[in-house]
């Protein structure tokens, strides 16, 4: 053959060849998912390190899970290492990116998603997820968003909470009262409730914690307000945002309400409640059945009261993998975070834990309505299933409800002018939210 033939020969071959190649492109850009890797087959043994805040009264629920996991998976070992509560974990975790030595799979606060997100700590479980083609229909949609962050999802829920009412169930009873469902039944609920000496109360309807805004987040929402605008700057000092607050000062002026605030305020509030001194207290979920274990009365459970909404906000943390981890160590993480998130292991893990079911599929299950008749407390729960919504995720978020936490103190407290209080709460948050904008 000729050169100049071998040339031209040369150029149509690849010619034909960048032509496949561009179509191929042009299908694929069509489809801008990214997609995971193949499921490995490889059973070369592998270990991999499981980063948690799981506390001693969950530990055999823990250790049940990884049995039953390496039986499913007896090549993959999953060390589980206690790495204290959420702050002490999140310290950690950072420490270990900057080192880059990360465990393959942690816990994750739900208010640290956007945060870990952002930086790229943790890794995208979406094209896993397609590629095993997980039933994400069959999670509670507020539970699945809390650890979505910009359409990516970094985690799945896993030791889930929101914030109810636990009540006196033997004091109703006997006063002939029942929880307020909305705001407008709270004034006669109280009146019942209530008792005084003088002007002293002696016993509260009911105690809001007030050391963390995540319980009176909630009621934010529920008055119609928000905490952040759609641009993201604050929305504590509009007028549905700090209707709560007026009310809650109403409430507590007249008596009916206790609000925990300071030191010692939880082990206090839960004390006045075991000796008849308030009839409900806010509280996690997460603590029902030690209420129920503790209380020398029944007890009862009702989700918060509504009134232009009706929600509650997830608290707790996921399960997510990190995204610094190898891709063989991220393929058994994988499957770990899968097993732990599984339908039929649901209900077993919320019996061992005291954490909320997340799976649609496993309430409804056998197992699911023997659950409910051993703890018919949870149906409270479980009748707003989808009302369980998670916060404003914004990196800044953590950062910016100290601010109004500290303006509720000093309405508590101080006995503060609320509106004052919440538009210089206002203030300090526009100016982080405008920092961290222009970064």
């Known amino acids: 053959m000729k050169m100049k033939q071998w040339l031209l020969l040369l150029t149509l071959m690849m010619l034909t060849f960048t032509s496949v190649i561009g179509c191929s492109s042009d299908s694929n850009a069509k489809e801008?998912?990214?997609?995971?890797?193949?499921?490995?087959?490889?059973?070369?043994?592998?270990?991999?390190?499981?980063?948690?805040?799981?506390?001693?009264d969950q530990t055999a629920g823990l250790d049940y899970m990884i049995k039953e996991f390496n039986k499913k998976y007896p090549y993959i070992t999953v060390e589980p290492?206690?790495?204290?509560?959420?702050?002490?974990?999140?310290?950690?975790?950072?420490?270990?990116?900057?080192?880059?030595?990360?465990?393959?799979v942690t816990n994750v606060e739900v208010a640290k998603v956007p945060n870990f997100s952002e930086s790229g700590m943790l890794a995208d479980l979406?094209?896993?997820?397609?590629?095993?083609?997980?039933?994400?229909?069959?999670?509670?949609?507020?539970?699945?968003?809390?650890?979505?962050?910009?359409?990516?999802?970094?985690?799945?829920?896993?030791?889930?909470?929101?914030?109810?009412?636990?009540?006196?169930?033997?004091?109703?009873?006997?006063?002939?009262?029942?929880?307020?469902q909305t705001w407008d039944e709270i004034e006669s609920f109280a009146q019942k409730l209530t008792q005084k000496?003088?002007?002293?109360?002696?016993?509260?309807?009911?105690?809001?914690?007030?050391?963390?805004?995540?319980?009176?987040?909630?009621?934010?929402?529920?008055?119609?307000?928000?905490?952040?605008?759609?641009?993201?700057?604050?929305?504590?000092?509009?007028?549905?945002?700090?209707?709560?607050?007026?009310?809650?000062?109403?409430?507590?002026?007249?008596?009916?309400m206790h609000i925990g605030y300071g030191k010692g305020a939880s082990d206090t509030m839960r004390q006045m409640f075991f000796d008849g001194k308030i009839g409900m207290v806010e509280h996690t979920s997460a603590l029902i059945k030690w209420y129920m274990e503790k209380a020398n009365f029944e007890i009862g459970v009702s989700f918060l009261p509504g009134d232009q909404k009706r929600i509650s906000q997830i608290g707790g943390a996921g399960i997510?993998?990190?995204?610094?981890?190898?891709?063989?160590?991220?393929?058994?993480?994988?499957k770990f975070v899968k097993f732990m998130t599984e339908s039929e292991n649901n209900i077993k893990w919320a019996e061992f834990t005291g954490y909320l079911p997340t799976r649609k599929s496993a309430i409804t299950s056998e197992e699911g309505k023997q659950y409910f008749t051993k703890y018919p407390q949870y149906k409270a729960v479980f009748d707003n299933f989808d009302n369980v919504m998670p916060r404003d995720q914004h990196p800044a978020y953590d950062e910016v409800s100290d601010f109004y936490k500290e303006a509720l103190g000093k309405v508590v407290l101080e006995n503060a002018d609320v509106e004052a209080s919440f538009k210089e709460a206002a203030k300090q948050m526009n100016d982080v939210l405008a920092e961290y904008a222009s970064k």
């Not at 997510?320 to 994988?334: G, H, N, P, R």
């Open 197 to 256: 000496e003088g002007n002293k109360t002696t016993r509260f309807a009911f105690s809001v914690p007030g050391w963390s805004s995540w319980y009176y987040d909630p009621w934010i929402l529920n008055g119609g307000g928000s905490v952040l605008t759609s641009d993201n700057m604050s929305a504590i000092d509009q007028p549905d945002s700090m209707k709560f607050m007026k009310k809650f000062k109403e409430w507590k002026d007249k008596g009916y």
């Open 32 to 56: 801008e998912a990214v997609t995971a890797p193949p499921a490995q087959e490889d059973t070369t043994p592998i270990k991999i390190q499981y980063w948690h805040s799981h506390d001693e």
């Open 320 to 334: 997510a993998m990190m995204d610094m981890a190898s891709e063989k160590e991220k393929e058994a993480a994988w």
């Open 81 to 104: 290492v206690f790495q204290g509560d959420y702050d002490e974990l999140q310290q950690k975790l950072m420490a270990a990116v900057a080192a880059k030595q990360v465990p393959a």
């Open 126 to 180: 979406s094209p896993y997820i397609a590629r095993d083609k997980v039933d994400l229909g069959d999670f509670s949609s507020g539970m699945l968003k809390a650890y979505n962050y910009q359409d990516k999802q970094f985690g799945l829920p896993l030791i889930v909470s929101t914030s109810v009412f636990v009540y006196n169930k033997t004091m109703f009873d006997k006063e002939g009262v029942t929880p307020p």
